[in-house]
């Protein structure tokens, strides 16, 4: 249904009514934020897009470069769209997501991917409020979570949820930057609420802190320099430069998020899919890196990790091993030198290199060995 026409029954309730009763139900289905966006955006939107997309930004995203035109405005992807309702739900975390930094024979991973894929969770919610809003009103209209071309975040600040920040993540005065967002398109005419303006004002926390500076300029980001893109979206080995400043950081990177001021207002998250599993809090990177498919795949199902699979995985627990300085961890290492993943014997190569070169040096067999030319790029790197 997600994405797909809903239709329901004859309208019932008078429209000055309506926009209250559609609000009242989505707070009751766990939506701690449901306000109104106009259905068309800005034309500043579609200029920043079109040099987004320019400039290669997007690296491997080749999707956000399709059919840009249904991106940009509402009405290229759904011309009947009339109003659009914007709802949000928090997942801010108990502690700080950042303190888990310096332990590096552990993990850190993304805070919103510690428990349940949110897509999951807000797509039952919407359906159900789908449902509810088609037959009270007799209205066609479309649900989203993520899930097609829809400028989510310039939409949010339309409807007064929050403001795009100067990391172009939504910051929200009542949640900070703890926020998940999903729409449902609709062919009713809904009063719209007031956008909220930016409250960012001289505060730079989020671009400095970035350990990759992957933003240019404020209020713009260049994908293939944030790690969230690199340990999620790239397929292929991670370049060089970024790997040291990847730290532990296995699965996304929250620097950004944490550091700016107005979470000082953030409400911790009491939905239990989004309570952190005690598992993927500070996981030891011996463990993870021990993974097979099989083992992959069972202590990430129903997880958005899963998605990327169990090579991609382990090359950014490999990163990670490498950056540990934990001499131990290089048996660890040199046990995936002979796995079937070319991806994760370089990174292999990489981690050992790191924490053991000179016991890399020995191992002459493995690297004569190598069929894979990255492979035997990362052998020559690392052994200088």
Same mark, same amino acid.
């Given at each position: ?32 934020v ?27 995203m ?17 011309? =009947? ?47 159900e409020?789908?449902?509810f ?10 649900v989203?979570?993520d ?35 999903a729409?449902i ?10 956008? =909220? ?14 350990p ?12 293939r ?7 999620? =979206?790239?397929?292929g ?31 911790v ?11 993927l ?43 540990s ?5 290089s048996?660890v ?13 370089g ?30 790029? =990362?052998?020559?790197e690392?052994?200088?």
């Amino acid at each position: 249904m997600c994405g797909s026409p809903i239709r329901g029954c004859s309208p019932t309730v008078a429209a000055a009514d309506l926009k209250r009763l559609i609000v009242d139900k989505a707070r009751a289905l766990g939506f701690e934020v449901a306000r109104v966006a106009p259905g068309g955006l800005a034309e500043r939107y579609r200029l920043a897009f079109d040099a987004f997309l320019a400039d290669g930004r997007q690296g491997d995203m080749d999707w956000l470069a399709r059919t840009p035109e249904r991106r940009i405005q509402p009405k290229g992807l759904w011309p =009947e769209v009339k109003s659009i309702l914007m709802l949000a739900a928090n997942y801010g975390p108990a502690i700080d997501p950042m303190a888990r930094l310096d332990r590096k024979d552990r993990a850190t991973i993304s805070v919103y991917a510690q428990n349940r894929d949110y897509h999951d969770v807000l797509k039952k919610r919407l359906k159900e409020l789908g449902r509810f809003i088609a037959q009270t009103t007799g209205t066609e209209l479309k649900v989203f979570v993520d899930t097609a071309p829809v400028m989510e975040k310039p939409l949010a600040q339309a409807a007064g949820i929050g403001w795009q920040g100067k990391h172009t993540n939504l910051v929200s005065r009542d949640y900070g930057s703890w926020l998940f967002l999903a729409e449902i398109f609709t062919t009713l005419d809904l009063d719209p609420d007031e956008p =909220e303006s930016d409250h960012c004002g001289g505060c730079r926390r989020c671009l400095d802190i970035c350990p990759t500076a992957a933003f240019p300029t404020p209020y713009t980001l260049d994908a293939r320099r944030c790690l969230s893109y690199l340990t999620i =979206e790239h397929k292929g080995p991670i370049p060089s430069e970024f790997r040291r400043p990847m730290g532990n950081r296995i699965y996304g990177c929250d620097d950004c998020l944490a550091v700016c001021p107005w979470n000082k207002f953030a409400q911790v998250s009491v939905e239990p899919a989004f309570l952190p599993r005690a598992e993927l809090t500070a996981p030891r990177l011996a463990d993870l890196a021990g993974l097979d498919d099989a083992g992959f795949r069972e202590i990430f199902a129903g997880s958005p990790i899963k998605r990327i699979g169990r090579d991609r995985f382990v090359r950014n627990v490999l990163i990670a091993i490498g950056n540990s300085a934990e001499a131990g961890l290089s048996t660890v290492a040199e046990l995936l030198l002979s796995d079937p993943s070319a991806l994760v014997r370089g990174m292999a190569v990489w981690a050992l290199g790191r924490l053991a070169p000179l016991h890399l040096a020995t191992l002459t067999t493995a690297r004569a060995l190598e069929p894979d030319p990255d492979v035997r790029r =990362e052998w020559q790197e690392a052994l200088g």
